[in-house]
């Protein structure tokens, strides 16, 4: 990597930090931090209270403040900007740069919780298989959560050389969203691939993400011109791949692109920042909009549109059920965010509280 020295005090980046993806957008949050002794650096991978970083003047280790204790209170992911400084020997991240981009989704547990996969993505390549992952029901949750997040998604079907119905594979899922783009290829022979060209353009960020098995890092491999990702078998009898993936990273391309890895994910619940509306549903949207009542519930109402349109065969039963189910998931997200801030709020006021009287308890009396 080029051994870059630069002064951003005085306006001079270096067109390498162009190449990692660098724009206006990370450049004003960098400014916005007001201190000149930080440096730029985006996130290659990241382990436990460490990261790699790539800087202008190559990679560097950095450390992560521990949570709560310092300025980035959540840790970095793949593809994160960042603004670090400079110790002896190891750099220390201070801020994460606000995102243009990411890919999250909703943890598991009793507290509602996102779990951010990438981050700064111009694409994410929603990868599939012809024969037993093909799932278009799985593939709507992965296109909500790359179009929450503000990345292009684009489906890819992987081993297509193994199904003689790959067309009408590829018919089904573009029929997912208008003009959702789905490309059809073998990722081990390589034919196919060269439809991917201009999503790969220099200094452009992509992800690849989809089920166990479905030859994602196959598919980077062959990007890549090298055996670097660990590549597993499929089960023949049930067609589940193997997590060969075991963490996010960051990785450079032949002609200048970065594309991040992801672990295979059997269930993917979208993230909703509390702000985005449910993507990907166009029909049901102008179904909806033509409903005699504003709040109709779509059950025995009079004038519904969306149950006429299902009476009459124009509205698929499938994805009517799934947008129901992803419209459930989404409102109960959206209360559990708000249960979550009331929470907050009652333990900020039982804090206030407690430091009220305890400055009242220390003060002189009169």
């Known amino acids: 990597m080029p051994d870059a020295r630069y002064d951003l005090?005085?306006?001079?980046?270096?067109?390498?930090?162009?190449?990692?993806?660098?724009?206006?957008?990370?450049?004003?949050?960098?400014?916005?931090?007001?201190?000149?002794?930080?440096?730029?650096?985006?996130?290659?991978?990241?382990?436990?209270?460490?990261?790699?970083?790539?800087?202008?003047d190559g990679e560097h280790a950095a450390i992560l403040p521990r949570r709560g204790r310092g300025e980035a209170d959540d840790p970095p992911v793949a593809g994160d900007w960042?603004?670090?400084?400079?110790?002896?020997?190891?750099?220390?991240?201070?801020?994460?740069?606000?995102?243009?981009?990411?890919?999250?989704?909703?943890?598991?547990?009793?507290?509602?919780?996102?779990?951010?996969?990438?981050?700064?993505?111009?694409?994410?390549?929603?990868?599939?298989?012809?024969?037993?992952?093909?799932?278009?029901?799985?593939?709507?949750?992965?296109?909500?959560?790359?179009w929450n997040g503000g990345a292009q998604p684009v489906v890819v079907i992987n081993k297509?050389?193994?199904?003689?119905d790959i067309g009408d594979r590829k018919t089904e899922l573009e029929a997912l969203a208008p003009g959702l783009t789905v490309l059809t290829l073998s990722a081990r022979s390589g034919a196919g691939v060269e439809a991917l060209s201009?999503?790969?353009?220099?200094?452009?960020?992509?992800?690849?993400?989809?089920?166990?098995?479905?030859?994602?890092?196959?598919?980077?491999?062959?990007?890549?011109?090298?055996?670097?990702?660990?590549?597993?078998?499929?089960?023949d009898e049930d067609g589940k791949g193997r997590h060969t993936t075991t963490r996010r990273e960051l990785l450079f391309l032949p002609g200048g692109a970065m594309i991040v890895d992801t672990p295979g994910l059997r269930e993917i619940a979208p993230w909703y920042d509390g702000q985005t509306a449910l993507a990907g549903f166009a029909e049901i949207d102008a179904l909806i909009a033509d409903c005699r009542f504003n709040d109709c519930s779509h059950g025995a109402e009079p004038g519904c549109a969306v149950r006429a349109a299902l009476a009459?065969?124009?509205?698929?039963?499938?994805?009517?059920?799934?947008?129901?189910?992803?419209?459930?998931?989404?409102?109960?997200?959206?209360?559990?965010?708000?249960?979550?801030?009331?929470?907050e709020r009652k333990r900020a006021e039982r804090y206030f509280g407690r430091m009220v009287k305890d400055i009242k308890r220390r003060s002189p009396k009169s």
């Open 9 to 56: 005090d005085k306006g001079s980046i270096p067109m390498f930090l162009e190449q990692l993806g660098w724009n206006a957008h990370f450049a004003a949050g960098f400014a916005a931090l007001g201190d000149g002794s930080l440096r730029p650096g985006r996130v290659i991978r990241q382990d436990s209270g460490r990261c790699l970083l790539m800087a202008a």
């Open 82 to 146: 960042v603004a670090a400084e400079m110790l002896p020997g190891d750099w220390r991240v201070k801020a994460i740069l606000p995102r243009a981009s990411y890919l999250a989704r909703e943890t598991v547990g009793k507290r509602l919780a996102v779990q951010f996969v990438a981050a700064n993505l111009d694409t994410a390549l929603v990868v599939t298989d012809a024969g037993h992952d093909f799932n278009p029901r799985r593939i709507e949750r992965y296109l909500i959560a790359v």
């Open 160 to 164: 297509a050389d193994e199904a003689p």
């Open 198 to 235: 201009p999503y790969l353009a220099g200094g452009r960020t992509v992800a690849c993400v989809g089920s166990s098995g479905v030859g994602k890092s196959t598919l980077i491999n062959r990007l890549l011109g090298e055996n670097r990702q660990e590549t597993g078998a499929v089960s």
């Open 312 to 343: 009459d065969g124009s509205l698929d039963p499938g994805r009517y059920e799934s947008w129901r189910k992803l419209s459930r998931e989404a409102a109960f997200q959206e209360s559990r965010r708000w249960e979550t801030a009331a929470r």
